[in-house]
């Protein structure tokens, strides 16, 4: 039970996520830089930014919206996506409890953020965040389809077992999922899936700075900001690690392992650096479009090409 | 067994009895049916707690003369009221009760206007009749006892204007016609087996008049339980009639009996082929999809969760086609969750209604200032039905998806088809949560309207169901793996174990711990910072008018051609089985009048062509 609790809280829970999520924010704001010829910010700006939030800045609360909501549904997020962590780490670094979930339970886990972030958009009763709050909802509508069938994909290809750690087991014991045809289609299609998840260019569109000021956020500030920032943070580091466990046969814990299991993630989050720096923002309806028709037939294109043995 | 027969009769009769008291003492009458309600609630848990067993009439009376004589006046009569008391019936007369008891207790205030006549009678009758059906082995007895309930249903809508007394004849057709279907259904089984008990019964379906049998009995489950395409009377019910009828009986009563009926055909009396699997899995999912999709652009927020109790319904028929234990026992949990979150989230409707007199999402808006309990039991049964865990709904959906994915393993054309199940079912819980966004967006968050700055919380006997309900949402989530499954619907569907790794318990806990540490770290670090302001809008200013409303979230589907096809066709109730059954009722009808003309020699010509048909049939 107290492992458990320490699981949770601090390794490979809340504090591991985070601090390794804040680094591959400062990686990813890094690179971002670099490629519009700037020179970046310094390696701790992440956790100043986090500190500035919850220590300095006053917190204010909407006059007309739901404050308790409001200020509860941070939290909720930050909840889903630990959990989620958790439940995604703990076969990846090989860790043996009785405390798991498989993927249908980190799956829905995933979807938690997104929702709170809905809930506490509304809940501002800012017409711009309720203009955020819809277009993240669409945009979980299109994409929740797309990210299920690559994780049926997934299944098939292991035999209808659908906990993490013997999905890595399959891989390490054969070969990693991405050297087939199929598990190239299916990684196209999950990181994009996982593009729209983290709501990076081109699917930033519940956020989109220019024309809805951060949209569902428009109205946060102060430490519960800090919390959004906290939960963007951890969906960073473990959606990469989730794509890992699934088509990369997860990490080694021993030796150069270690190495690889760091440029593993460094890779996929990588990928997802240089697909937001190089594309503009869709329209929503583009982006339905996108998932619903072009992701959803590229799944089932490999999907079949799995059920033939490839 | 004396309590089976109390528990039929003593509703039944209280209810006529109080249909001769006068309307005049209706909350005497409430009160009356309570304890009515409360008693046969606990002659259930009697009869939960005691053995399964098998009974007809004769051990019932024996003893008492009076009875005995009375049913004696009809010859044979033991043979046909006979009682099946197994694990699957008694947890449903439990869960009857359970649900008649706390609906009960919210419309004690929310029927005081008396919006239907005669309303505690037909709540009592219903009550005693479920409790009949469920009970009743032989199917006679168990049609006659369904067919009242149909009349009872009828009743409990007010019929005030036009669209309710069509809504309300309209239900009573569909009812009607599918009980109907089930005699036909009935008469082939005894045809086929030449027995009427549903325990004893078990038919391969491998010929078209066992299919037959099937499809017909099917047929009156589909349409008691509202599953696509006999589904159309229930959001149309939803709307017009009064929250709590609602509640009672499409949301929680006619899921409970539609799908212990299922329960009883797919599991026991039949034995499915490939294809009745596959047609089973393919009204799941339609279901699922089309009534979710039409949810999504409801304005009525009533109609709204009308279309949202046929969609949830697709997911236990998915439970009970794939036909393993898993399966079934999913379909099963989910059944009781449906009706925990469905019943509950119609009652809160009712309690929006009754505070505010308002029936569209867009002239509500911040209701959750001045109704806070009602807020909170609303979002909770919103997290259970869009599957967010560690809620109940959740747990449900998590075994019929593994049941699922376990169901791929095997050879058949439905087997193969695993995949197309699980996303559809993954994306009806997805579009089921953007729906919820929008009622719960709409009524509860946005800007406060001034209009109902000066609004109360409803009495406690209403907002006590709600809350009732809402724990039990949390309870069963919370305690799903370790204590719910296993108890309660392990001894129903056999005892399996779970494919997928999930402690509902544990994550729970760590659940409310996320969230006390949560409120500390705002109590430590900002409680003095705290500020309240109007919100920004890019430096505009804030006027009654602006605003997003959420009933236009979801308008961008509309642009999509096949999307926009689908609205309009459902729109002209092109899937609606009743008004197509009844263009062509009609059609054929003006057809036949065509020779009514008036005309004499026309008639003598009909008579005499008629006689030489009789003629030649009889030659």
Redesign the interface.
């Known amino acids: 039970m107290a492992i458990n609790v320490f699981y949770f809280l601090v390794f490979p829970g809340l504090l591991f996520t985070a601090i390794a999520g804040a680094f591959l924010s400062w990686f990813d704001r890094k690179i971002t830089a670099r490629v519009q010829f700037r020179k970046g910010p310094p390696v701790f700006q992440p956790f100043y930014d986090f500190f500035k939030l919850l220590l300095v800045k006053e917190t204010i609360l909407p006059k007309y919206g739901s404050p308790v909501i409001f200020l509860l549904a941070p939290v909720f997020a930050v909840f889903g996506a630990v959990m989620a962590g958790v439940f995604i780490l703990l076969p990846l670094l090989n860790i043996t409890t009785g405390f798991r979930g498989d993927l249908i339970v980190i799956f829905y886990l995933l979807t938690i953020p997104s929702f709170s972030y809905i809930i506490g958009a509304l809940a501002s009763g800012n017409p711009l965040a309720a203009v955020g709050g819809s277009r993240e909802m669409k945009l979980i509508m299109s994409y929740e389809l797309t990210f299920l069938l690559v994780i049926a994909g997934i299944i098939m290809k292991c035999g209808q077992h659908f906990d993490l750690s013997s999905i890595i087991q399959v891989q390490q014991a054969g070969s990693p999922f991405i050297g087939s045809i199929s598990g190239v289609l299916l990684f196209i299609v999950a990181i994009f899936c996982i593009q729209a998840k983290l709501a990076l260019v081109p699917f930033d569109m519940p956020e989109a700075e220019a024309e809805i000021t951060e949209g569902i956020f428009i109205e946060y500030s102060g430490a519960a900001y800090a919390l959004i920032k906290l939960a963007k943070y951890i969906m960073f580091f473990i959606l990469p690690a989730f794509l890992v466990a699934l088509f990369m046969n997860g990490f080694r814990i021993e030796g150069t392992g270690i190495l690889w299991a760091v440029l593993k993630i460094f890779a996929v989050v990588l990928i997802m650096t240089l697909i937001r720096n190089t594309n503009p923002r869709v329209k929503i309806k583009q982006a339905i479009r996108f998932f619903a028709i072009w992701m959803n037939l590229v799944a089932i294109v490999a999907i079949i090409i799995i059920a033939f043995g490839y | 067994m004396k309590e089976i027969i109390t528990i039929i009769s003593l509703p039944v009769f209280a209810g006529l009895l109080l249909f001769f008291l006068p309307e005049k003492f209706r909350t005497f009458k409430g009160i009356l049916a309570i304890m009515v309600v409360a008693v046969s609630g606990y002659l259930t848990i009697v009869i939960y707690s005691s053995a399964n067993h098998f009974c007809s009439l004769n051990e019932l009376s024996s003893g008492q003369s009076g009875l005995n004589t009375g049913f004696g006046l009809i010859h044979d009569m033991g043979r046909y009221i006979t009682f099946n008391c197994d694990n699957l019936s008694k947890l449903i007369v439990v869960s009857v009760s359970i649900f008649s008891f706390l609906i009960l207790l919210y419309s004690l205030v929310y029927s005081k206007d008396g919006r239907v006549r005669n309303y505690y009678t037909y709540f009592l009758i219903t009550l005693g009749c479920s409790y009949g059906a469920i009970l009743s082995d032989n199917l006679l007895l168990f049609i006659t006892f369904w067919g009242i309930l149909g009349i009872t249903l009828y009743k409990l809508i007010q019929s005030y204007d036009e669209e309710s007394s069509a809504t309300a004849k309209k239900t009573l057709i569909l009812i009607g016609a599918s009980d109907s279907i089930m005699i036909i259904g009935i008469a082939i089984l005894w045809k086929i087996t030449g027995s009427l008990s549903m325990g004893g019964i078990s038919v391969h379906t491998s010929n078209i008049l066992s299919v037959v049998a099937f499809l017909a009995l099917l047929t009156g489950s589909f349409t008691k339980a509202g599953a696509f395409p006999m589904h159309t009377w229930v959001p149309d019910y939803a709307q017009y009639a009064p929250a709590s009828s609602t509640a009672y009986l499409p949301a929680s009563l006619d899921k409970l009996l539609g799908i212990y009926f299922l329960a009883r055909i797919t599991t026991g009396m039949f034995i499915l082929n490939e294809w009745l699997t596959l047609l089973l899995l393919s009204l799941g999912v339609i279901s699922i999809i089309t009534a979710v999709l039409m949810a999504l652009v409801q304005h009525n927020y009533k109609r709204l969760l009308g279309f949202h109790a046929v969609s949830q319904v697709g997911y236990m028929i998915l439970g009970f086609g794939l036909g393993s234990m898993i399966g079934v026992a999913a379909g099963l949990f989910h059944m009781i969750n449906n009706a925990l979150y469905k019943s509950g989230l119609f009652l809160s409707a009712g309690s929006v209604e009754y505070r505010t007199k308002k029936q569209d999402i867009d002239d509500l808006g ?1 209701l ?2 001045v109704m806070p309990l009602t ?1 909170l039991a609303t ?1 909770i049964f919103a997290m259970s039905i ?4 560690p809620f109940n709904g ?1 747990a449900s959906k ?1 075994m019929i ?2 049941g699922i ?2 169901f ?2 095997g050879t058949m054309i439905a087997n ?1 088809l695993w ?1 197309v199940w ?2 559809l079912a ?2 009806g819980s ?2 089921t ?2 729906s919820f ?1 929008k009622l ?2 709409g009524i ?5 309207r001034k209009e109902f700055e000066g609004l109360r919380e409803v009495p406690f006997l209403m907002w006590l169901p709600m809350i009732l309900l809402a724990a039990c949402c949390i309870f069963l989530g919370v305690f799903a793996t370790d204590y719910i499954v296993p108890k309660l619907f392990m001894p129903v569907s056999g005892a399996f174990q779970f ?5 509902s318990s ?2 729970s806990l ?2 409310l ?3 006390i ?3 500390l ?2 109590l430590a ?2 409680l003095k ?10 430096g505009e200013k ?1 006027h009654d008018q ?3 409303s ?1 009933t ?3 308008k ?2 509309g ?2 051609r096949m999307f926009s096809w689908f609205f309009r066709k459902a729109g002209e109730g092109s899937f609606d089985i009743y008004d197509q059954t009844k263009k062509y009722v009609l059609r054929l009808s003006h057809q036949l009048s065509e020779a009514h003309n008036g005309v004499l020699p026309a008639y003598i010509i009909w008579v005499f062509a008629g006689l030489i048909i009789m003629l030649l049939i009889m030659i």
């Not at chain 2, 869009?386 to 865990?389: A, L, Q, V």
């Not at chain 2, 509860?444 to 406060?448: D, H, V, Y």
């Not at chain 2, 910072?529 to 890019?538: A, K, L, V």
């Open positions: 911040g959750s200032k807020f979002l869009s599957g967010i865990p959740f998590w998806y593994q994915i376990d791929g393993k193969k995949v699980l996303g993954v994306l997805a579009l949560l953007a966004v719960i967006g509860f968050l946005g800007r406060q494919q997928g790794l999930w402690n544990f994550v760590l659940v711990i996320s969230i540490l949560g409120i770290l705002y670090f900002s910072r705290f500020r309240t302001e109007d919100s920004f809008i890019g804030i602006t605003g997003y959420t236009e979230f979801y961008t589907l642009e999509f």
